[in-house]
Nanobody, 115 residues
Framework: QVQLVESGGGLVQAGGSLRLSCAASGSIFRLNVMGWYRQAPGKQRELAAA???????NYADSVKGRFIISRDNAKNTVYLQMNRLKPEDTAVYYC?????????WGQGTQVTVSS
């Protein structure tokens, strides 16, 4: 089992920044892709950004140029630096980790961007 602990969500004004963190612990073996998904009210969960163990990244078009994903393999932690936030970024953000053949999800952290 892998446990994921997320932190860093909150309320911010449009144009502001937030940094999300997700630390993995437990039976960690071969953490592969680590990423962040988000789900706005009434919408499907969607990928925001992901990063492989080798550092390759993938971003949703809506966040490119504003969000930066990174990871610290020594700490088994993934980060999401969110800049120039917009009201449409408001959502619950979920950490997702692929470890071997298993996929784990965090409990979610609320990000609210006021206009």
């Amino acid at each position: 089992q892998v446990q994921l602990v997320e932190s860093g969500g909150g309320l911010v004004q449009a144009g502001g920044s937030l940094r999300l963190s997700c630390a993995a612990s437990g039976s960690i073996f071969r953490l592969n892709v680590m990423g962040w998904y988000r789900q706005a009210p009434g919408k499907q969960r969607e990928l925001a950004a992901a990063i492989t163990s080798g550092g390759s990244t993938n971003y949703a078009d809506s966040v490119k140029g504003r969000f930066i994903i990174s990871r610290d393999n020594a700490k088994n932690t993934v980060y999401l630096q969110m800049n120039r936030l917009k009201p449409e970024d408001t959502a619950v953000y979920y950490c997702r980790v692929v470890a071997g053949e298993y996929v784990y999800w965090g409990q979610g952290t609320q990000v609210t961007v006021s206009s």
